[in-house]
C-alpha cells in the first residue's frame, strides 16, 4: 500500500452513499486524498494518507448521514488505522462484520453498512 495509511473499497449503494460513509471517516481522518467521485462506478474507492492521523477517543462524533442501501465496505491499512474506521463506521451505521484477514504489516476488514 505504499505510504497510504487507509484505503476504503465501497460497493452497493450509489455514489451518495459512498460519500456518506467517506464523512462518517472524514470526522477521524480528516479529508481522503482520493474521494469517490465516478457516479456511474459499481465498486468506489477512498484513499487516507499516511499524513491522517485518528483522533483521539472520546471526541465527539460527527454526523455522518443515513445510508439509502446497503454498502459492503473493504478497509485496508495499518492495524490500527483498521481497527479505528471499523469501529467509526460501526457506531456511525448497522454494521455487520463479515470477515478480516491480516499481513505482516497492514490488516483488511470486511463489513456490510445498512441503512
Known amino acids: 500500500m505504499s505510504d ?3 484505503t ?3 460497493s452497493g449503494g450509489g455514489i451518495d452513499d459512498a460519500r456518506t460513509v467517506v464523512r462518517a471517516l472524514e470526522g477521524v481522518f480528516g ?3 482520493n474521494p469517490p467521485t465516478d457516479e456511474r462506478a459499481t465498486v468506489r474507492t477512498a484513499t487516507f494518507g499516511a499524513s491522517a492521523t485518528p483522533r483521539e477517543s472520546g471526541a465527539p462524533e460527527p454526523e455522518a448521514g443515513r445510508l439509502t442501501e446497503p454498502v459492503r465496505v473493504t478497509v485496508q491499512g495499518t492495524p490500527q488505522a483498521v481497527a479505528t474506521a471499523s469501529d467509526t463506521l460501526a457506531r456511525a451505521f448497522g454494521a455487520r462484520d463479515e470477515g478480516a484477514a491480516a499481513g ?3 490488516q483488511e476488514r470486511q ?3 445498512e441503512p
Do not use: R
Open 4 to 6: 497510504t495509511q487507509l
Open 8 to 10: 476504503v473499497t465501497l
Open 31 to 33: 479529508a481522503p486524498d
Open 104 to 106: 505482516d504489516q497492514e
Open 111 to 113: 463489513l456490510l453498512l
